[in-house]
């Protein structure tokens, strides 16, 4: 969790949009504006954050300078820090320190906090490179604040200790990063100093500043000599001390391209096995430096794919250790001479995406198992001289994925602190992308855009979004089509008043999204969450793209745009000034307008004011006593009572009878204030009043009710019926059994209109005061501001709303998530698209979630999860959080199977039990405990068919032979 406070304990009472955002807040004397004067107090100072010297003694005494610990006892010499960062260490688990003697290693490794503290100090030597120390500006020359070799020799033994535990595998990324930050072999970091000194001085001389991109995006040794020549050429231009840093990069980039030492390598083979010594001597004597790039990098990466693949069987930690740095050391050339490696053939193309994917596997981008789903895909081009269109699109659509996989692999490890970080310290940002930069993800991202290039070339399928470089990583989720102003969102998206016109490019769809007009996204988070299926269904048009398609786009931030997403998935975004006639004849007022529906109210039976046990209702009371969430599973607890809990529902007719109840501070009911605002609302339409004129009176109007019906008194009647059913449902009394409040209206599950996660859900409410306020919480939710611009942009008669609540106890699941009975964006009719996390909750709210295609006999691995957080539902109520890792899948071929199976038996009993004519597919929530299904939700999956019948959207959507075959041997 994000680390301000204290650590987080239990909550009584979470929604589903908070789920997985922990969102801390600092306290009044620790502001972020606070720690950033701070910081600029400590870069000004001379000893930084340094207190003073002082010796520490083995037997645990303190010295001052020239006190030296006696020759028997021993010690270490460094500084010690001031009092506010102690504070901040100790009140907020912020971490400046960079002297790694101070600490115990078990402190440091931080497991109970998902390593915070080792992360942290990784983001802080960052910060050092990149700003001049940061706040060791000047405490960088503070004469004796820390020994190199005690820090050397602290490293060493952190790291024997580290990987001398039994649970580790799980975090092989984060350790082998972390070792080109913290001082253990006498090894630096070169690749990120050149990166940090190259961008310092493009800082400081701007015409600079192309070649530092060129370092930054596309490095190669040639870059040395334009360096050089730069410096010749300017000279005159240039201060003495610009000159020194000049010379200073140089010699950097110079020990970054020097020659791989295979004597310093073969140096650290004596902490293994005899023949795992015998196995990487053999794969390192095919590497010389006669050797082509394609060559070189093939060696290297057989020789770390060796280290990767057999790094548990490596029985003592040195020899863990050993494999570890020479995997770091191998990074380097083979960066370099992928770089250098120019495929001349589509064959040759083919081979190098395949090659650097394994180097993803081995440097722990990709954990193993993802990369033995997707290898045999890539590797079709081994056994053949032609492929398809359809061939090779798997191909890209495979290695896109190992690019994006590992972007959000470095994001999982770090984006929490790292978006702590940024609330005081903006170049935080940076971190991220230079770690994702310096990895083989940065030249496979660019093989898989050429490849991408090609098959769009050949099939005809293009992406056309504005200027934009490397467009074949674009890639459309949701068919629809939109025009307003674009705004591209870099960093935290928590701040966002988002706007129904406007069109979002950003990282990360939140899960508490309102009404927009497009989105585009960096980490799409997965196909079946709440916002996805919400934009899917009112043909939103949503697109994925890369973090570099991103920051192309910010040129245009602020602009009217049109936006288009074909059914087949090509981009279009372009400038108005570029639109058709046709484009702009697509949100004319008739167009736009015809998109809304009404919701039909006049079966509503509001004269219901008792609560109903779930085993008298069915799937026909949807829309009638209660919402269709209750509705259907009551259905299904009748059809798979071993699959589904017992519960109850208050329906909706009780929500209506408290409406009837004098309002508190206003001369009416609630019902009255209610119906009086949307009166007021008609007589301001006649009045001309402008639309957001009316908007304001509603919401502000909205607002009061919503409040009033938090804070309103519940009826005595229904409180004793309330605990009359927690003893008949759960056979405990109110209070001992934690509880989920389901919100389910009139207005969600409609055939042309989802509401998917627009009202409140409450998580585990234990307590009877808790579950009270709760049920008042989740009456109010439908006035919340998101949940009414949602309705009132797609529905009619959006005022007609009434919440039932299903009241069922939660299933501490082990991992749960959401089954789509058809195949989205991939797949066919009959698959299954599945999404699953670890934890309750599972998939719903945006996470991103291991997500299938699953076929009767097949199972495609569409994305794995990256989701480093999960809660659980303790018995006490409330939820916990814990973090997890990734080096095992989430779902079991047997629980694919279980799926498969209950799917089956969905498609056949539904219809018929319920006498219903719906034959689609279905949006199902489960979860498993124990590897037995439990059932939690089924609706009808909806999906805009406005948007994928559009004349203009299948348009723009070229006819392609899929089956058409390309000789391999093709030139590029």
Same mark, same amino acid.
């Given at each position: 969790?994000?680390?301000l406070l204290p650590?987080?304990k239990?909550?009584?009472i979470?929604?589903f949009?908070?789920?997985?955002?922990?969102?801390?807040?600092?306290?009044?004397n620790?502001?972020?504006?606070?720690?950033?004067k $701070?910081i600029e107090g400590?870069?000004?100072?001379?000893?930084?954050?340094y207190?003073r010297?002082q010796? !520490?003694?083995?037997d645990?005494?303190?010295?001052?300078p020239k006190?030296?610990?006696?020759?028997d006892?021993?010690?270490?010499?460094?500084?010690?820090?001031?009092?506010e960062?102690k504070?901040?260490?100790?009140n907020?688990?912020?971490?400046?320190?960079?002297?790694?003697?101070y600490n115990e290693?078990?402190?440091f490794?931080?497991s109970?906090?998902?390593?915070?503290?080792?992360?942290?100090?990784q983001?802080?030597k960052?910060?050092? %490179?990149?700003?001049?120390?940061?706040?060791?500006?000047?405490? $960088?020359?503070y004469? *004796?604040a820390?020994q190199?070799?005690?820090e050397q020799?602290?490293?060493?033994? +952190?790291? $024997?200790w580290? /990987?001398?535990?039994?649970?580790i595998s799980g975090?092989f !990324?984060?350790?082998?990063?972390?070792?080109?930050?913290i001082?253990?072999?006498?090894?630096?970091n070169l690749a990120?100093k050149?990166?940090?000194?190259?961008k310092?001085?493009?800082?400081?001389?701007a015409?600079?500043?192309?070649?530092?991109?060129?370092?930054? =995006?596309n490095?190669? &040794?040639k870059?040395?000599?334009?360096?050089k020549?730069?410096?010749?050429?300017?000279s005159?231009?240039l201060?003495?001390?610009?000159k020194?840093?000049?010379?200073?990069?140089?010699?950097t980039?110079?020990?970054y391209?020097?020659p791989?030492?295979l004597?310093?390598?073969?140096?650290?083979l004596?902490?293994?096995?005899?023949?795992?010594?015998?196995?990487i001597?053999?794969?390192?004597s095919?590497?010389?430096?006669?050797?082509?790039?394609?060559?070189?990098?093939?060696?290297l990466?057989?020789?770390?794919?060796?280290?990767?693949?057999?790094f548990d069987?490596?029985?003592?930690?040195?020899?863990?250790l050993?494999?570890l740095?020479?995997?770091n050391?191998?990074?380097?050339p083979?960066f370099q001479?992928?770089?250098?490696?120019?495929?001349t053939?589509?064959?040759?193309?083919l081979?190098?995406?395949?090659? /650097?994917?394994?180097?993803a596997a081995?440097?722990?981008?990709?954990e193993?198992w993802?990369y033995?789903?997707?290898?045999p895909?890539l590797?079709q081009?081994?056994?053949a001289?032609?492929?398809?269109?359809?061939?090779?699109n798997?191909?890209?659509?495979?290695s896109?994925?190992v690019?994006?996989w590992?972007?959000?692999?470095?994001?999982a490890?770090?984006?929490?602190?790292v978006?702590?970080?940024m609330?005081f310290?903006?170049?935080?940002?940076? !971190?991220i992308?230079?770690?994702i930069?310096?990895?083989?993800a940065l030249?496979l991202?660019? %093989?898989?855009?050429l490849?991408?290039? #090609?098959?769009s070339?050949?099939s005809?399928?293009n992406?056309?979004v504005?200027?934009?470089k490397?467009q074949?990583? &674009?890639r459309g989720l949701n068919?629809g089509?939109?025009?307003?102003?674009?705004l591209?969102v870099q960093?935290?998206?928590?701040?966002?008043? +988002?706007k129904?016109?406007?069109?979002y490019?950003f990282?990360?769809p939140?899960?508490?999204?309102?009404?927009?007009?497009?989105?585009?996204t960096?980490?799409?988070g997965?196909?079946?969450?709440?916002v996805?299926?919400?934009?899917?269904?009112? *043909?939103?048009?949503?697109a994925?793209?890369?973090?570099?398609n991103l920051?192309?786009l910010?040129?245009?931030? =602020?602009?009217n745009?049109?936006?288009?997403?074909?059914p087949?998935g090509?981009?279009?975004?372009?400038t108005?000034?570029k639109m058709?006639s046709?484009e702009?004849?697509?949100f004319?007022?008739?167009?736009r307008s015809?998109?809304?529906?009404?919701?039909p109210?006049?079966?509503i039976?509001?004269?219901?004011?008792?609560i109903?046990n779930?085993?008298?209702?069915?799937?026909?009371d949807s829309?009638?006593?209660?919402?269709?969430?209750?509705a259907?599973l009551a259905?299904?607890k009748?059809?798979?009572?071993?699959?589904?809990?017992?519960?109850?529902i208050?329906?909706? *007719?009780?929500?209506?009878?408290?409406?009837d109840n004098?309002?508190?501070?206003?001369n009416?009911?609630?019902?009255?204030?209610?119906?009086?605002?949307?009166?007021?609302c008609?007589?301001?339409?006649?009045?001309n009043?402008?639309?957001?004129?009316?908007?304001?009176?509603q919401f502000?109007?909205?607002?009061k009710?919503?409040?009033?019906i938090?804070?309103?008194?519940?009826?005595?009647?229904f409180?004793?019926?309330?605990?009359?059913h927690f003893q008949?449902?759960f056979?405990?009394p109110i209070g001992?059994?934690?509880?989920f409040?389901?919100s389910?209206?009139n207005?969600?599950d409609?055939?042309e #209109?989802t509401?998917?996660?627009l009202?409140?859900?409450?998580?585990?409410?234990k307590?009877?005061?808790?579950?009270?306020n709760?049920?008042k919480?989740v009456?109010?939710?439908?006035?919340?501001?998101?949940?009414?611009?949602?309705?009132?942009k797609y529905?009619?008669?959006?005022?007609?709303? +009434?919440?039932? &609540?299903l009241?069922?106890?939660?299933?501490?699941?082990?991992?749960?998530?959401?089954?789509?009975t058809?195949?989205i964006?991939?797949?066919?009719?009959?698959? /299954?698209?599945?999404?699953?996390?670890?934890g309750?909750?599972?998939?719903?709210?945006?996470?991103?979630a291991e997500t299938r295609?699953?076929?009767?006999?097949?199972?495609?691995l569409?994305?794995?999860?990256?989701?480093?957080?999960?809660?659980?539902?303790?018995?006490?109520?409330?939820?916990?959080?814990?973090?997890?890792? +990734?080096?095992?899948?989430i779902l079991?071929?047997?629980?694919i199977?279980? &799926?498969r199976?209950?799917?089956?038996?969905?498609r056949?009993?539904m219809?018929?039990q319920?006498?219903?004519?719906?034959?689609?597919?279905?949006d199902?929530?489960?979860g498993?405990?124990?590897?037995?299904l439990w059932? !939690?939700?089924?609706r009808?999956?909806?999906?805009n068919?406005?948007?994928?019948?559009?004349?203009?959207?299948n348009?723009?959507?070229?006819?392609?032979?899929?089956n058409q075959?390309?000789?391999l041997n093709l030139?590029?």
């Amino acid at each position: 969790m994000l680390l301000l406070l204290p650590k987080l304990k239990n909550l009584a009472i979470l929604t589903f949009s908070i789920f997985f955002c922990f969102q801390l807040s600092f306290s009044q004397n620790h502001s972020p504006e606070k720690i950033k004067k $701070q910081i600029e107090g400590f870069k000004k100072d001379s000893r930084g954050p340094y207190y003073r010297i002082q010796w !520490f003694c083995n037997d645990g005494s303190i010295r001052a300078p020239k006190d030296y610990c006696p020759d028997d006892v021993g010690g270490i010499q460094h500084a010690t820090y001031k009092q506010e960062i102690k504070e901040l260490e100790d009140n907020h688990e912020l971490y400046f320190g960079n002297i790694l003697a101070y600490n115990e290693h078990e402190t440091f490794w931080d497991s109970n906090h998902n390593h915070s503290r080792i992360k942290q100090y990784q983001i802080v030597k960052y910060l050092q %490179s990149v700003d001049d120390g940061w706040i060791y500006r000047r405490g $960088q020359y503070y004469r *004796g604040a820390m020994q190199s070799e005690d820090e050397q020799e602290w490293g060493i033994n +952190f790291y $024997q200790w580290v /990987l001398d535990q039994n649970n580790i595998s799980g975090n092989f !990324f984060l350790i082998k990063q972390s070792l080109k930050d913290i001082p253990h072999s006498g090894d630096s970091n070169l690749a990120q100093k050149m990166r940090s000194e190259s961008k310092v001085l493009a800082e400081e001389v701007a015409s600079f500043m192309k070649i530092r991109i060129k370092i930054h =995006g596309n490095p190669e &040794i040639k870059d040395i000599q334009t360096v050089k020549d730069f410096v010749a050429a300017n000279s005159s231009k240039l201060s003495t001390s610009q000159k020194q840093d000049f010379e200073t990069l140089i010699s950097t980039m110079t020990d970054y391209y020097k020659p791989i030492d295979l004597l310093t390598i073969q140096n650290k083979l004596n902490n293994f096995s005899s023949d795992q010594q015998s196995a990487i001597s053999k794969l390192l004597s095919k590497y010389n430096n006669g050797l082509s790039p394609k060559e070189k990098v093939q060696v290297l990466a057989a020789v770390m794919f060796y280290l990767r693949s057999n790094f548990d069987a490596f029985n003592s930690a040195k020899a863990k250790l050993s494999a570890l740095d020479i995997s770091n050391k191998l990074e380097n050339p083979v960066f370099q001479n992928a770089q250098e490696w120019v495929p001349t053939s589509l064959k040759e193309l083919l081979e190098k995406i395949d090659t /650097l994917a394994n180097i993803a596997a081995s440097t722990g981008l990709i954990e193993l198992w993802e990369y033995e789903r997707i290898a045999p895909a890539l590797r079709q081009y081994q056994k053949a001289n032609q492929l398809t269109i359809a061939n090779l699109n798997e191909v890209l659509t495979n290695s896109r994925g190992v690019v994006e996989w590992s972007s959000l692999m470095v994001k999982a490890n770090y984006s929490e602190i790292v978006e702590t970080y940024m609330t005081f310290e903006p170049l935080a940002y940076g !971190f991220i992308d230079d770690r994702i930069r310096s990895s083989i993800a940065l030249d496979l991202g660019n %093989s898989v855009s050429l490849l991408g290039n #090609f098959i769009s070339k050949k099939s005809a399928i293009n992406n056309d979004v504005a200027d934009v470089k490397k467009q074949a990583t &674009i890639r459309g989720l949701n068919p629809g089509y939109a025009y307003g102003e674009l705004l591209v969102v870099q960093g935290s998206i928590d701040n966002i008043d +988002f706007k129904k016109d406007n069109i979002y490019v950003f990282d990360r769809p939140p899960s508490g999204l309102k009404p927009v007009a497009g989105i585009m996204t960096v980490s799409e988070g997965n196909l079946v969450s709440h916002v996805q299926l919400l934009a899917r269904n009112l *043909g939103v048009p949503n697109a994925a793209l890369s973090q570099d398609n991103l920051d192309d786009l910010v040129k245009y931030n =602020g602009k009217n745009m049109f936006y288009a997403v074909s059914p087949k998935g090509n981009v279009i975004l372009k400038t108005e000034d570029k639109m058709t006639s046709e484009e702009k004849k697509l949100f004319s007022k008739v167009e736009r307008s015809s998109n809304k529906i009404t919701v039909p109210v006049d079966r509503i039976q509001l004269d219901q004011t008792d609560i109903l046990n779930m085993q008298d209702v069915g799937a026909s009371d949807s829309g009638k006593l209660c919402g269709p969430k209750a509705a259907n599973l009551a259905q299904l607890k009748s059809i798979f009572p071993e699959h589904v809990v017992n519960g109850f529902i208050i329906p909706f *007719g009780i929500f209506r009878k408290h409406l009837d109840n004098p309002m508190k501070g206003e001369n009416s009911s609630y019902w009255e204030f209610l119906t009086n605002t949307y009166k007021q609302c008609e007589v301001m339409k006649k009045e001309n009043k402008s639309a957001s004129e009316i908007d304001q009176y509603q919401f502000s109007r909205l607002s009061k009710l919503r409040k009033a019906i938090e804070a309103m008194e519940l009826n005595a009647d229904f409180i004793t019926q309330l605990r009359s059913h927690f003893q008949k449902a759960f056979n405990t009394p109110i209070g001992d059994t934690p509880v989920f409040l389901r919100s389910d209206t009139n207005m969600e599950d409609l055939k042309e #209109f989802t509401g998917a996660g627009l009202n409140l859900t409450l998580f585990n409410v234990k307590t009877e005061d808790h579950i009270i306020n709760g049920i008042k919480e989740v009456w109010a939710s439908p006035y919340t501001e998101r949940s009414l611009k949602w309705r009132q942009k797609y529905l009619l008669n959006p005022e007609y709303v +009434f919440p039932s &609540i299903l009241v069922i106890p939660g299933v501490n699941v082990d991992y749960s998530g959401v089954v789509v009975t058809t195949g989205i964006n991939a797949g066919k009719k009959d698959d /299954l698209t599945i999404a699953f996390s670890k934890g309750a909750g599972g998939a719903v709210d945006g996470q991103i979630a291991e997500t299938r295609n699953v076929t009767k006999s097949n199972d495609q691995l569409l994305s794995p999860s990256r989701e480093p957080s999960y809660v659980t539902l303790p018995q006490s109520g409330g939820v916990e959080k814990k973090h997890t890792t +990734f080096e095992k899948p989430i779902l079991s071929s047997k629980n694919i199977q279980t &799926i498969r199976d209950m799917v089956k038996q969905v498609r056949k009993k539904m219809p018929e039990q319920t006498g219903s004519d719906y034959r689609g597919p279905y949006d199902m929530e489960m979860g498993f405990k124990d590897n037995k299904l439990w059932l !939690f939700q089924i609706r009808p999956f909806v999906e805009n068919k406005k948007a994928k019948s559009s004349e203009y959207l299948n348009a723009i959507t070229p006819k392609t032979n899929t089956n058409q075959k390309i000789n391999l041997n093709l030139k590029l």
